[in-house]
């Protein structure tokens, strides 16, 4: 039984995660225009890396910091966390990103409104609009983030002093290519929560693509990490 401070953990480091990425998006957007620049691009980039290796660092020994559910479910399937717990996660992981997304409504009502306060909105015009292309895209930048994640927080022999630095920029280089094409979400709690307070249904029938492809693509990476690599490394420990 995991202790409940990790359920708080979870719920802060997602809370944090959930407010200063959107909030880099929201002030991207502001200062340099609503369409995708290489500065915003960079910036939202920057903040979603930043935040979630400062929140590794500080709650990885506490929870584990998973901060996502395509985080947490692998991590189930594996073993490194009973269902119940990792049910616990999930709940509030979810609890700390509508907080985050209701913070953000409430400091920003107008210039948030315009970007739907960091919600994603399914396929870019550079996939041609293509859902099946989007799936495909944020299956591979998650199956890249859990491997990164086993294979650096969770195998036995990585070295855990930049374990956080490592996942922070890799969330970096996966927002600074998927951004483009579908926001690059790889979390369903950091795309549900915007799209409860945007109030568009066009974001509503897109939030199986954020749920469904990052979970299959944590799941795929989770079980090639842990019984390839990390079982082995576990064996010989």
């Not at 401070?5 to 998006?25: D, H, K, M, Q, W």
């Not at 990885?60 to 717990?85: C, E, F, L, W, Y």
């Not at 495909?136 to 855990?160: G, R, S």
């Not at 996942?167 to 690059?184: E, N, R, S, W, Y």
């Amino acid at each position: 039984m995991v202790n409940p401070r990790a359920y708080l953990a979870e719920a802060i480091s997602t809370f944090a995660l959930v407010f200063f990425g959107p909030l880099s998006v929201i002030l991207a957007a502001s200062v340099f225009g609503e369409g995708l620049t290489i500065e915003s691009i960079i910036m939202i980039s920057l903040g979603h890396g930043a935040a979630i290796a400062f929140m590794v660092y500080a709650f990885g020994h506490v929870s584990g910091a998973h901060i996502n559910p395509a985080v947490t479910i692998p991590m189930m399937i594996t073993r490194k966390i009973g269902i119940k717990d990792g049910i616990g996660y999930i709940v509030f992981q979810i609890i700390g990103a509508i907080i985050a997304t209701g913070t953000l409504v409430a400091l920003f009502p107008e210039i948030g409104k315009d970007v739907f306060w960091g919600a994603h909105g399914g396929p870019s015009e550079l996939l041609g609009g293509s859902m099946m292309s989007a799936f495909i895209v944020e299956f591979i930048l998650t199956f890249f983030l859990v491997t990164v994640i086993f294979m650096t927080a969770v195998h036995k022999k990585a070295p855990k002093s930049v374990y956080g630095a490592v996942i922070g920029g890799m969330i970096f280089l996966l927002h600074l290519v998927g951004v483009p094409l579908t926001g690059a979400s790889m979390n369903p709690a950091r795309s549900l929560s915007p799209a409860i307070f945007a109030g568009d249904t066009g974001l509503w029938e897109v939030q199986w693509l954020y749920w469904v492809a990052p979970i299959l693509g944590g799941i795929v990476a989770g079980l090639i990490m842990n019984y390839v690599y990390v079982n082995k490394a576990e064996k010989e420990a």
